[in-house]
């Protein structure tokens, strides 16, 4: 199976992304920020402190699904058009180990892109202090392209 | 199909839940709180304010996505041991309509308390200014029950 | 939350639902039949026989996925137009209890009804020898609805 | 992140996964059989006839669950030992594109192994007439082994 090529319809995509990024006051308040950008894919990251924990002091489930949703969000954010805003239809996050480091990472990949509906799948990953990456979730991402503002679903 | 009637094998799950609950700085950091817990079931909910919203000033789906684990672990919790604890293994959520309100409730239901997993359905809705009640969100958790202190996954 | 009252554009949806089931041969050959439809609601059912079974003689879980589907499906096309159709976007299933019984059902309900999106829950059970139901999984299933004939996806 | 290296218990794997495979009705059925077999992988894969297509054609959505499933449990039951069993948790897909071909596999590979709890990615694709694979679902599948013979669930 040949590797799927994207199709980039707004070369401004990233100035794009990053403003729609800064608008949303809950990837601020976490501290999340875009680690890299490229056509179909986009890794969102956040680095480990109290208010981001859950009661063993790993990272928290919710900010893991969190930063899951923005990974597959900006991937799919890469390949619509300049008037265009998606929604997410669902996501889906499976915990697969515990999420032990300094750093999270949320490694979103288009596997589709549709007219309307787009899938993403978002690999989940921790740094430890050797700089070692452990996957620590696995998600999906269902995105909705809107092309008016209206609310098309 | 008559209701499922839930066995109670801790009765100070309560104050346990509490507990747990507070030793999650992701919880207290987005402002969560229990509104509600009765066998089986758990409420948790958040005031909306900027850190929690997303471009358009509604919660934002991830936050959605945190309250709704909220729920089913706490609502799984009423039904375990004193000396338990979980995990959630994955949870899945459907985005119905805007999280337009100012307030956002996550009702969470055990659907089935096994010995080892329980899954739990959520329903999530928003609570506008005239105290009218929007479901928003729909989510499934599944939960894993862990008897000894080690990582049983 | 005041329950959901929903609209129905073509009010010879029973035929309707019955002529797209029929041309489906997967359906026909697991033997499933329509056994009640409602406004945003469907029930599937299925009959215990070898050729539907698992490795212990229970239902299958494929099978039960697919019955979930085609509930989630026929809830959702009670409430489109007549020209309209529908694709599974996305379903997903959690297995509650061996699937032990002669019978099988899957109770299709809508939860939200969008113009592009639908999301329907189902509740899978069995009914035993005494006619006793139990259940044995629960379902998400996303619908897309498609206007013209054109792959809308 | 290094890829992952599987430990082998049971060498007799292969024997042991056809067993349960051919000890399950459903799957002989629809006529699937196991493609290739590889600790932490499994394809499974079915024809194209009418009994498994769905109104227009092609390959029906529950049967593309119904592989996916098979495929995420075959590759988890490489890695178990020979006097354990498997359950399906639950699984999730998302359809990609009509399931166009003759041919469907199901490529299941194993993300994490664990005691209790196995993860698995399902990439389901069909073939064509000139031998081209197409990506037309992606599924994730959650496994639980069971040591005992009692319902550990």
């Known amino acids: 199976m040949s590797a799927q090529t994207f199709r980039v319809r707004d070369p401004n995509y990233l100035e794009r992304i990053k403003a729609v990024f800064a608008r949303q006051g809950f990837l ?43 990974a597959g969000a900006s991937a799919t954010s890469t390949l619509i058009e300049a008037d265009q805003s998606l929604l997410t239809v669902e996501y889906k996050i499976n915990f697969l180990a515990p999420a032990k480091g300094h750093l999270l990472k949320a490694i979103g990949e288009v596997v589709r892109a549709g007219r309307t509906l787009t899938v993403c799948q978002v690999t989940l990953l921790t740094v430890d202090d050797a700089g070692k990456e452990h996957q620590c979730g696995l998600a999906t991402v269902t995105m909705m392209t809107l092309t008016s503002r209206g609310d098309h679903k």
């Open 28 to 70: 601020h308040y976490i501290g999340a920020w875009i680690e890299e950008v490229a056509p179909g894919r986009c890794v969102i990251a956040a680095k480990l402190r109290d208010e981001l924990s859950q009661q063993n002091g790993f990272f928290h489930g919710g900010l893991m699904g969190t930063i899951a949703d923005a």
